[in-house]
C-alpha cells in the first residue's frame, strides 16, 4: 500500500501547492486544506502501514499478545488533526473579515501594508 | 593593564556624569586616564628596555584559545606611549578647541572608548582579540569622522571610512584564521618565533594577501589612500590623533609586528615596498592640489604611511631602525601641525592656507610651534625628522628589488613633502598681511600645550638623537633584529643621503615658489585625479545600491506566491539533488494493495483533483469532503481507529464551517492567465514528485527499531490505559497535547475577536460602501 500512498501523497501535495499559488483567497484557504491532510496522511504512511492491528491493549492484558502498529506517529497525527483545524478556522475567519474590509479577493491587491 | 583598558571603556561611559560635575574641565579630567597609563608605561620602561617581552596573561574565553593577555615588548611599548601621550595632549587641546561645544561629552565618550580600543589593538596578544579592538577602533573611528553628523559630507566620509576599514577587516580576520591556522597558534608572541614554518607554509600566499588588504585599508595605502584625506570632516583634535598618531598607524603596527612572522620573502618585500613607495609620491604629490590645510596634512600622512610601510618592506636592519624613527618623527612633528592647523581654524576662521597671510606677527607662540613643526615634516637639520629622513633614503640605497625606481620614488615625495612643508608653514605664518574671517591672535597655553610638547620633542631628539638608541634598540628588537647597532646621530659626514636631501631642499623650494601656477595646472589634471581609486569605490557603492535594488524588487517583490515559488524551486533543487546523488531514483518497494484500499486512494486523488478544478464553491467544499472521508476510511483500514475518529469529527466540522463561511465570501474568479497557471502547475507537480520520490526512498531504506516499542510495553503497566495512542497523548506526551490545547485556545481566542469585534474595526470606514463590495446573493447552483 505505502508506494500508492506516497503517488497519492505527491498528488495531493501537487494539488495543495497549485491551490496556495492561486490568486484568490479563498482557493487559498482550499490550498490549506490540502496541505495538512497531505501532511498528515504522509506522517501516517511513512511510518509503516499495518492492516488490522489497532494499538490496543486486549482487556485483562498488559500489553498487545501480537505485533501492532505503531502508536506514536499516529498520537502524533492526531494533534495534527486538531491543531490543522484549528488554524483552518483561525485562517477562514480571517480571510472572511479581510475580504470584509478590504473588498478584494485578489491577493495582488493586497500586496501593499497600506490599502 | 587589562583592566586599565577595559576601565577606560566604563570610564568613557562615565563621561556624561563626570560632565555634570566638573563642566568644561571634564576634558581635563578624562586626560588622567592616558597620562596615568603613560606613567606606567613609563615605569616598566627597565624590564622593555633589558629586551625582555612583558607578558600580562589573562584568560577569556580557554574554550576557543581567545585570551586578553597583553603583550608590551619595544614595538608595542612605543606604541602604546604615542597612544597614551599623544591621547593626553589631544585631550587637553581639546578642551579649548570644543570649548562650550553642545557635543563635547559625545565626543569625550567616544575618543576616549577610541583610546582604549588602540591601546588594546597594540596590547594584545591574541589575534582575536586583537582582531576585536581593531574593529572597534574602525567603529570608533566612525563615530569620531561623523561627529557633525548634521553635516552630509562629514556623514558620508565617515562612511566611507568605515566600509574600507572594515572591509579590510574582513580580509584581515580571514587572514588571521589562515595565520592561526598556518602557525597552530593565536597567539603572536608564539606565532613571531615560527616565522620559517609560516613563510614555507602552503597558505602563505593567501593569508599574506588577506593580512595585508587588511593593513593596507587601514593605513590608508594606495588604492585605498582616498578615505583618509576625506576624513578630515572630523573635528581638529580627532584628525591630530586618529589620522596621524594612531589609528592609521595601525595598519602599519600589524605589518611590524608580523614583519619577523612573515616578513622576507621575495612577495612581502617587492609588494610593500612597491606599494608603500607608490603611496608615498601619491600622498605628496596629491597634496599639491590643495589649499585646504588639514588636506594638506592629510596628503602628507598618506605620504608618512607609505613611507613606513615601504621601510618594513625593505626590512633590512638600517630599514627597521628608519621605520622606528620615522615613525615617531612622523607622530611628533604631524600631531604638533595637526593641532596648529586646528589653531589656525580656530583662531581665523578659515582653513585656508592662500587666504592667511603675515600671522607670525600676530600669533608669534603658534608660528615658533608651527616652524618647528614644520622644519621635522620637511626633513631639515637639526630635527628629528631629519635624522629619519637621512635614514629612510640610507635604507632605500640597501633595497633588495628595483632600487634605482624607488630611490626616484622616495626622492620625489621627499622634495614634495619639503613643499607641502612650505606651504603649511610660510603660506600662512610669513608673506603680506592678509585680512582673515576672525581677528586672529596667539590661543591660550592650554591649546598650545599639547602641540607645543610635541615640536619640543622633535628638536630634543633631533638635536640628541642618542636619547632614542635604547627605545629604537627596543623597537628593532620587537620586530624581530635583535642584534641591530642603532647609533642615532644628526651628523654622519658628506655623502649620498645628504646630497639628495640638499637637492630635495632646493628642487622643494622651487616647488613652493611655484606653487600657485602649479596649482592651476593641477586643476586642469583634475578630471584625471578624479579618476582615481575613489571612483571605483563609488561605482562599487552605486552597483552594490542598483544591486540590492533589482534583488529586493525581485525577491521581495511582496507577492506571496512568488515567495512560494522561489522557496519551493530551492527546495526541490536542493531536496532532490542530494535525492538523486545520494540515492539515485530507482525505489526498491513491492506493492501489495487490496481493491478497496486502491479504490480509497483514488477517492482521495479525485476528491483533491476536483476541489482544485471545480468553478462552484460548493462543489469545491464537496470534493474535499469526499477526500476527507476517504482520508478517515484509510486511517480505519490501516489500524488506526482513534485518527479515523478525529478525522471523521474534524472533516465534518470543517465542511459545516466552510459551509457557513464561505458563501459571505467571493464566488471563485479566474484570476490568472493561463501562462501563469502551466507555470504553477509545473512548480506544483515538481514539488508533488519530490515528495513522492522523498518517501519512497524514506521506504525502501533500512528501518531503524521503532521509539514506541517502550510506550507500547508499558501503556497498560504504567499509564493504566488500553488504548495505547490514548496514553501517549494524556500521559506519555502530554507536554504536547497542553501545547495542542494552547493553541487552540489561541484560535478560539482570534475567531472570537474576529467575529466579535465587528463594528468596532470598521469604523471610519463608510460602511455602506463595504456592504456594496461584500457579496449577497448565494451560490448554491
Known amino acids: ?115 | 593593564m587589562q583592566t586599565a583598558v577595559l576601565g577606560g571603556f566604563v570610564a568613557a561611559a562615565m563621561v556624561p556624569l563626570l560632565h555634570r560635575w566638573f563642566g568644561s574641565r571634564t576634558p581635563l579630567v578624562m586626560a588622567l586616564l592616558p597620562a596615568s597609563l603613560a606613567v606606567w608605561l613609563i615605569s616598566q620602561w627597565p624590564v622593555i628596555a633589558s629586551g625582555d617581552v612583558l607578558l600580562l596573561e589573562q584568560a577569556w574565553v580557554p574554550g576557543l584559545d581567545i585570551t586578553l593577555t597583553f603583550m608590551i615588548d619595544g614595538l608595542a611599548w612605543l606604541f602604546a606611549m604615542l597612544i597614551t601621550v599623544i591621547g593626553a595632549l589631544v585631550l587637553v587641546y581639546s578642551r579649548e578647541y570644543l570649548h562650550g561645544h553642545r557635543d563635547l561629552p559625545r565626543f569625550l565618550v567616544v575618543i576616549t572608548a577610541f583610546m582604549m580600543s588602540m591601546l588594546g589593538l597594540v596590547l594584545a596578544d591574541n589575534l582575536v582579540t586583537l582582531f576585536v579592538f581593531w574593529e572597534l577602533t574602525s567603529i570608533t573611528s566612525y563615530l569620531l569622522i561623523g561627529f557633525n553628523h548634521t553635516d552630509s559630507a562629514a556623514r558620508k566620509a565617515a562612511l566611507q571610512g568605515l566600509l574600507v576599514t572594515v572591509g579590510g577587516g574582513l580580509a584581515l580576520l580571514a587572514g588571521f584564521v589562515l595565520l592561526a591556522l598556518a602557525g597552530d597558534s593565536w597567539s603572536l608572541h608564539e606565532l613571531v618565533q615560527r616565522g620559517d614554518v609560516l613563510r614555507g607554509h602552503d597558505l602563505y600566499t593567501p593569508l599574506l594577501i588577506c593580512v595585508l588588504l587588511g593593513a593596507f585599508t587601514k593605513s590608508a595605502q594606495f588604492p585605498f589612500h582616498f578615505w583618509l584625506p576625506n576624513a578630515m570632516a572630523a573635528p581638529t583634535p580627532v584628525s591630530a590623533y586618529l589620522h596621524s598618531a594612531t589609528m592609521v598607524k595601525a595598519g602599519v603596527y600589524l605589518l611590524a609586528r608580523l614583519h619577523p612572522a612573515l616578513g622576507g620573502t621575495d612577495g612581502w618585500v617587492i609588494t610593500l615596498s612597491l606599494v608603500g613607495a607608490v603611496t608615498m609620491v601619491t600622498g605628496a604629490f596629491l597634496a599639491m592640489q590643495h589649499t585646504n590645510v588639514k588636506k594638506l596634512l592629510a596628503y602628507s600622512t598618506v605620504m608618512g604611511l607609505g613611507t613606513l610601510t615601504m621601510l618594513l618592506g625593505i626590512g633590512t636592519e638600517k630599514a627597521l631602525v628608519a621605520f622606528a624613527v620615522f615613525l615617531l618623527a612622523h607622530s611628533l612633528y604631524k600631531g604638533a601641525l595637526f593641532m596648529v592647523a586646528g589653531i589656525l581654524d580656530h583662531e581665523t576662521g578659515t582653513k585656508d592656507v592662500t587666504a592667511m597671510g603675515g600671522l607670525r606677527h600676530l600669533m608669534p607662540a603658534t608660528a615658533i610651534v608651527a616652524g618647528v613643526a614644520g622644519l621635522s615634516l620637511a626633513g631639515l637639520p637639526p630635527l628629528l625628522g631629519f635624522v629619519g629622513k637621512e635614514l629612510m633614503l640610507t635604507s632605500v640605497l640597501e633595497a633588495p628589488f628595483w632600487r634605482l625606481l624607488i630611490l626616484l620614488l622616495a626622492f620625489t615625495a621627499a622634495f614634495l613633502t619639503l613643499a607641502v612643508a612650505a606651504i603649511i608653514v610660510l603660506r600662512p605664518f610669513f608673506g603680506q598681511r592678509q585680512d582673515t574671517p576672525q581677528p586672529p591672535h596667539d590661543p591660550s597655553r592650554v591649546m598650545l600645550a599639547g602641540p607645543g610638547l610635541l615640536a619640543a620633542l622633535s628638536l630634543l631628539f633631533g638635536l640628541v638623537p642618542g636619547l632614542l638608541d635604547p627605545v629604537v634598540g627596543a623597537v628593532v628588537t620587537g620586530m624581530g633584529a635583535p642584534e641591530a647597532k642603532v647609533h642615532l646621530a644628526l651628523w654622519h659626514g658628506f655623502n649620498l643621503p645628504l646630497a639628495l636631501s640638499f637637492a630635495s631642499l632646493v628642487l622643494g623650494l622651487t616647488i613652493y615658489r611655484l606653487w600657485d601656477r602649479l596649482r592651476a595646472g593641477l586643476t586642469r589634471l583634475a578630471p584625471l585625479i578624479r579618476c582615481g581609486p575613489e571612483a571605483g569605490y563609488d561605482a562599487l557603492m552605486a552597483g552594490l545600491v542598483i544591486l540590492a535594488d533589482g534583488q529586493t524588487r525581485f525577491l521581495q517583490n511582496g507577492y506571496i506566491r512568488n515567495y512560494l515559488v522561489m522557496t519551493l524551486l530551492v527546495l526541490v533543487g536542493l531536496v532532490g539533488h542530494a535525492l538523486f546523488f545520494r540515492h539515485g531514483l530507482a525505489p526498491d518497494v513491492t506493492l501489495s494493495v487490496y481493491f478497496h484500499e486502491a479504490v480509497t486512494a483514488g477517492l482521495m486523488i479525485a476528491g483533491a483533483v476536483a476541489a482544485c478544478v471545480m468553478r462552484s464553491r460548493l462543489a469545491a467544499v464537496a470534493a474535499l469532503g469526499v477526500m476527507g472521508f476517504s482520508i478517515a476510511l484509510t486511517f480505519v483500514l490501516f489500524s488506526a481507529p482513534d485518527l479515523a475518529i478525529t478525522q471523521l469529527l474534524v472533516e465534518t466540522l470543517t465542511v459545516i464551517l466552510l459551509v457557513l463561511v464561505l458563501f459571505r465570501l467571493p464566488r471563485f474568479a479566474t484570476l490568472s492567465t493561463p501562462t501563469e497557471r502551466l507555470r504553477d502547475l509545473v512548480v506544483a507537480s515538481l514539488t508533488g514528485g519530490l515528495i513522492t520520490l522523498l518517501m519512497l526512498a524514506v521506504l525502501s531504506g533500512e528501518r531503524l527499531p521503532r521509539i514506541s516499542d517502550y510506550m507500547v510495553a508499558n501503556s497498560q503497566p504504567l499509564g493504566h490505559g488500553h488504548n495505547i495512542v490514548n496514553v501517549i497523548l494524556v500521559d506519555f506526551r502530554a507536554l504536547d497535547t497542553l501545547g495542542e490545547m494552547f493553541v487552540l485556545a489561541l484560535a478560539a481566542i482570534g475567531v472570537f475577536a474576529m467575529l466579535r469585534f465587528h463594528a468596532a474595526l470598521g469604523e471610519g470606514v463608510d460602511r455602506d460602501g463595504r456592504r456594496n463590495l461584500a457579496p449577497t446573493e448565494d451560490d448554491h447552483g
Open chain 1, 1 to 115: 500500500m505505502e508506494p500508492l500512498m506516497a503517488i497519492t501523497i505527491g498528488i495531493l501535495f501537487a494539488a495543495a501547492i497549485y491551490m496556495m499559488l492561486r490568486r484568490s483567497i479563498v482557493k487559498l484557504v482550499i490550498g490549506l486544506i490540502l496541505l495538512s491532510n497531505a501532511a498528515n496522511l504522509l506522517i501516517f504512511a511513512t511510518a509503516g502501514m499495518v492492516r488490522g492491528a489497532p494499538p490496543l491493549v486486549p482487556k485483562g492484558m498488559t500489553a498487545p499478545e501480537t505485533a501492532v502498529a505503531d502508536p506514536l506517529p499516529q498520537a502524533l497525527v492526531l494533534t495534527a488533526i486538531v491543531i490543522a483545524f484549528g488554524v483552518l478556522s483561525f485562517a477562514v475567519v480571517l480571510v472572511r473579515r479581510a475580504w470584509e474590509i478590504v473588498g478584494a479577493d485578489d491577493l495582488d491587491q493586497m500586496k501593499d501594508t497600506d490599502t
